[in-house]
């Protein structure tokens, strides 16, 4: 089918024939691509004019799987311009996840509009959302890596792998920091800053409009890692007990600063001030020992919107 010669009307039946297809008949993007003669990129770009075009409209029907009224506390209580309170009181640790993970994806997919930067860390519950997120039709974005590399005992939740998948679902491009998280040589460390590849995505991450992550508590500071013991200084072992926890590879002292560590000088990742201009600062966090970070993290604006679970949000209101 030449869709250059269509008539407008002609055109408007066409996008709403493969919207039916796609969206009540449950055919895929090739399939509809060998019936109309075409490309399956083209039939992806034709599915978003008819949503452009209100072909098709998308309504989503909310469950009383959120706990609004525990949302609602949290948004008098704490700096915070959007919480999302998953109820999780009967569920198992691993149903948990998995409903604060979809809970995350369905709130972090609304974000992912075209042209859109999104920032990503590492970590089991980031990595559930990036898994729950649906195949977009057309999005293209950008996804930045934020911070270098931290092997995992589950090599799925590093940040490069998430980084990867969640471009891969929006037609993305990727963004990565192929060097790790920490560098010992002060004068190595600025060199690396400089190389053109490291450089660009830096220079990418300034455009961020949406950033997840999530925040280590005391019991996961990177100071008690052993992968990290070679990076640390005896004056950083000797500030432990005054470190109570982490965010984008920086260790946080108890008042929730960037703490006075060597460490702290040895981490590749964001630049603090740049995070203060992301719209979006998105953390994905619950557990009784994470309440303390959180609530340092949010009330220092490291971020402004929360998605946790209700036993962590009764523990921040307490």
Not at 13 to 20: E, G, I, Y
Not at 68 to 76: A, F, I, P, R
Not at 93 to 110: E, F, H, I, P, R
């Amino acid at each position: 089918m030449d869709f250059e010669k269509l008539s407008k009307k002609e055109h408007r039946d066409a996008l709403t024939k493969m919207a039916d297809m796609y969206y009540n008949q449950g055919k895929t993007q090739m399939e509809i691509a060998d019936a109309f003669g075409t490309t399956r990129f083209k039939i992806a770009r034709f599915l978003q004019d008819a949503r452009n075009e209100q072909i098709v409209e998308i309504k989503i029907n909310y469950s009383d799987e959120q706990n609004k009224t525990l949302e609602e506390e949290l948004l008098q209580k704490y700096p915070l311009k959007n919480a999302i309170v998953v109820n999780t009181q009967y569920s198992s640790y691993a149903d948990s996840c998995s409903k604060v993970g979809q809970a995350g994806a369905v709130y972090l997919n609304k974000l992912l509009t075209e042209n859109t930067t999104l920032g990503i860390t590492w970590g089991k519950t980031i990595q559930t959302v990036i898994n729950k997120l649906p195949q977009a039709v057309h999005s293209p974005i950008s996804v930045v890596q934020i911070g270098g590399h931290i092997s995992l005992a589950n090599p799925s939740a590093e940040s490069r792998e998430l980084v990867r998948a969640a471009a891969f679902s929006h037609f993305g491009n990727p963004y990565y920091m192929n060097v790790p998280l920490y560098i010992n040589d002060p004068q190595l460390r600025l060199r690396l800053l400089a190389e053109p590849d490291l450089y660009r995505t830096f220079c990418k991450a300034k455009d961020m409009t949406v950033l997840i992550t999530g925040v280590g508590g005391s019991s996961s500071l990177p100071l008690f890692n052993p992968s990290f013991r070679p990076y640390l200084s005896a004056r950083d072992m000797a500030e432990t007990k005054n470190c109570l926890g982490s965010i984008l590879g920086y260790v946080l002292d108890s008042q929730g600063a960037i703490a006075d560590i060597d460490l702290n000088q040895k981490v590749i990742t964001l630049p603090m001030e740049d995070l203060f201009h992301v719209p979006h600062r998105i953390a994905t966090s619950y557990g009784r020992h994470k309440v303390p970070i959180i609530k340092l993290a949010v009330n220092r604006g490291y971020i402004n919107e929360l998605i946790t679970d209700t036993d962590t949000a009764l523990l921040l209101l307490d």
